[in-house]
């Protein structure tokens, strides 16, 4: 079985911190994802990794950057936090559509981090 | 753009009932179709994947299908549980790799 994993299930940090949310997968996938989850507003895609050091910005990256070193973990930071970045951090992880026929590609999700910006 | 809705946002039936969630796109040229639930403060559990040259996919007593031309699929789950309570959301494939997500149904179900 695919699994996910992220640091924190919790999160509390102040405003102006830096913050970082560590995700880790352990199925060699080569893409991995940053996603926020807001009621009323659904899952939104901050950024895209679809290599080592390889990233693509979502819909919503603007306060986010993203870091990933090794292949198995992608790390979404947060410069300097906010108010507005209080939200459900879900991260999940699938293998290249260039590997796997895109239709059969299925994507696989962390637990997810509730970080609250006080 | 694609848009995904899901109709209805919420949804309480009595234990043992069979039960439609819908999910609609707007943009029929999709390469897959996900169905998802999430427990309350939890992340996602894939349920079922439908491709796009696929009908429906079966998983226990939950039955997944897709109508691509009319951009449609419903989630079908038979002889409801109490176990059965959470959120089920439907994606859709956007380009090769990324999915755009439905904001999803909230489904409770009572003993």
């Known amino acids: 079985d695919v699994k996910v994993t992220q640091s924190s299930r919790y999160l509390v940090k102040r405003t102006g911190e830096k913050v970082f949310l560590e995700c880790v997968q352990d199925m060699d996938h080569e893409n991995m994802f940053w996603y926020r989850q807001d009621p009323g507003l659904g899952l939104r895609l901050i950024y895209f990794s679809y290599d080592v050091k390889m990233k693509e910005k979502g819909d919503i990256p603007e306060g986010y950057s993203v870091s990933r070193e090794k292949k198995e973990r992608f790390s979404l930071i947060l410069e300097s936090a906010s108010t507005n970045q209080t939200s459900m951090y879900l991260c999940?992880?699938?293998?290249?559509?260039?590997?796997?026929?895109?239709?059969?590609?299925?994507?696989?999700f962390g637990p997810g981090t509730r970080l609250t910006v006080l | 753009k694609q848009e995904v809705t899901q109709i209805p946002a919420a949804l309480s039936v009595p234990e043992g009932e069979n039960l439609v969630l819908n999910c609609s796109f707007t943009d029929s040229a999709i390469y897959n179709l996900q169905w998802f639930r999430q427990d309350p403060g939890k992340g996602l559990t894939s349920l079922l994947l439908i491709q796009s040259s696929q009908r429906e996919q079966t998983s226990g007593r939950l039955n997944a299908s897709l109508d691509k031309s009319s951009g449609r699929s419903t989630l079908y789950i038979a002889a409801s549980q109490p176990g059965d309570s959470a959120t089920y959301l439907c994606?859709?494939?956007?380009?090769?790799?990324?999915?755009?997500f439905g904001t999803g149904t909230r489904l409770q179900v009572f003993p």
């Open positions: 994606a859709v494939s956007r380009g090769t790799d990324k999915l755009i």
């Open positions: 999940a992880s699938s293998l290249s559509s260039l590997l796997q026929g895109v239709a059969e590609n299925e994507q696989f």
